[in-house]
């Protein structure tokens, strides 16, 4: 063994080389703060069910994703995945939306609403909701969230649709246990109208 190189030598070199990687790290942090001209910024605000929330979002990051796993807002159910079940469905500016197919960064400057904002201050459920447990609709219930969120935007553009009305707004929703009848009336119920 070289007489030079102790144990004790060994170490402080590994400490000192370990503090200069963790200085440099900080160096190379301080730099990506000037961020090139295009690069997207991930620590952005927006603005959902009313309120402002601050979050980072990675630039290819799914509304849904962000909304699940980042902000806790579970009632947005990711099925497929890929624009086709609706189970993700919310609604940016008054529009449904599958927010699997929508980018977290295009709705920074736009106004989001799940599930969770329906219900009043006061805890009241939104009166589709409560039409859809008094009419029985879900069955499993996975569906559910984005059946509710197309039912409500429907119902704030046409209050009192038709039956066919009703059908075509939540066409874009499927259901596996195939209770489309119950959701159908929960909406006709929660339009005033009979089932």
């Known amino acids: 063994m070289n007489p030079r190189l102790s144990r004790r030598r060994f170490i402080k070199a590994v400490i000192a080389s370990s503090a200069a990687a ?4 900080g160096i190379t942090s301080a730099v990506a703060q000037d961020r090139p001209t295009g690069a997207v910024e991930r ?5 959902i069910n009313g309120r402002t929330r601050r979050v980072d979002v990675l630039p ?5 994703y962000t909304l699940r796993y980042k ?9 497929c ?11 940016i500016d008054g529009v449904t939306n599958y927010s699997c197919s929508t980018l977290t960064h295009s709705v920074r400057s736009r106004k989001v609403l799940t599930i969770e904002g ?3 201050a006061e805890g009241a459920l939104h009166p589709v909701q409560q039409a859809f447990i008094d009419e029985l609709s879900p069955q499993c219930g996975f569906c559910t969230p984005g059946q509710v969120m197309s039912a409500v935007a429907l119902l704030e553009e046409n209050p009192t649709p038709t039956r066919e009305e009703v059908r075509q ?7 596996r246990c195939g209770a489309y009848d119950h959701y159908l009336n929960g909406v006709m119920r929660a339009s005033g109208q009979s089932s």
């Open 169 to 175: 707004a939540l066409s874009g929703n499927l259901c």
């Open 71 to 79: 902000l806790g807002l579970t009632g947005t159910k990711i099925g």
């Open 22 to 25: 963790a200085a440099n790290a």
């Open 43 to 47: 620590l952005i605000s927006l603005n």
């Open 118 to 120: 329906l219900q009043s």
């Open 81 to 91: 995945n890929r624009g086709e079940c609706g189970a993700c469905t919310v609604m």
């Open 60 to 64: 290819q990051e799914t509304l849904a």
